[in-house]
């Protein structure tokens, strides 16, 4: 497609669960981001991507939130372990790159913890 | 580390009346700054952007902003506002040598027909 496609767009999951959120960026797009946003609050950022690599990951909040995107494309938001304040909408966005004027976003995905 | 604050959490107006949201963020350097707007249901969007240049920026659907660099601020306007204008507002910057985005909280706009 077009945009930056997330999926699923919903996923409930129990406490302690394991849970993995894909990111399909725009085609070509050398630049990935992942942001949180809680209930009410504006997008609050977790790690970014150049191509494969993992530029910066200083928003991750815990070590049990891990990203990858091994091939430089598709990217996954792994989150170990859930807990009830891992609850929020995971926003993937995607950029042309370095110095890009626009990041894309994606529509999200809900995750509620319970 | 940089912040952005967005004074109105809500914002409730007639159609036809007048906009203004401001924003203001924290960092002492050079930033970009950015205006996205999230219709119900839908993803973010870019409104518009200031890098430099003219500090008055005009965006998608009437919408402007304007940098004002001794404030550190840079509100959001429309002077006439319709119902299709309903919708979360987020001001957003990143310095100048970065991309990560650093948001403020959002001001959500209820226009009322």
């Known amino acids: 497609g077009a945009g930056v496609s997330q999926s699923p767009r919903y996923k409930v999951a129990k406490r302690g669960q394991d849970v993995a959120l894909r990111c399909d960026p725009i085609s070509g797009h050398v630049s990935l981001f992942w942001y ?7 997008p609050e950022f977790l790690t970014y991507f150049q191509n494969e690599a993992q530029l910066d990951k200083s928003g991750l909040p815990s070590d049990r939130f891990f990203a990858e995107r091994p091939e ?7 989150i170990q372990r859930t807990q009830q304040e891992d609850s929020a909408v995971y926003l993937c966005a995607s950029s042309l790159g370095q ?15 319970v | 580390a940089q912040s952005v604050s967005q004074h109105n959490h809500h914002v409730i107006l007639s159609e036809a009346a007048s906009l203004e949201l401001g924003c203001n963020y924290s960092y002492g350097g050079t930033v970009n700054l950015f205006w ?3 219709y119900p249901g839908q ?18 659907k009437g919408f402007e902003a304007e940098f004002i660099k001794s404030k550190f601020s840079f509100n959001l306007r429309k002077p006439s506002v319709q119902w299709s204008d309903t919708a979360e ?3 957003a910057v990143n310095k100048a040598a970065g991309n990560k985005l650093t948001f403020g909280g959002g ?7």
Do not use: M, N, W
């Open chain 1, 72 to 78: 430089g494309s598709v990217s996954t938001l792994k």
């Open chain 2, 89 to 91: 507002y987020f001001c």
């Open chain 1, 99 to 113: 110095g890009s004027t626009e990041a894309f976003f994606g529509q999200g995905t809900r995750l509620t913890v």
């Open chain 2, 107 to 113: 001001t959500r706009v209820l226009v009322k027909p």
């Open chain 2, 43 to 60: 993803h973010l969007q870019l409104l518009l952007k200031y890098f430099s240049g003219d500090p008055l920026v005009k965006g998608i």
């Open chain 1, 36 to 42: 949180q946003q809680a209930l009410g609050q504006g």
């Open chain 2, 36 to 38: 996205y707007v999230q």
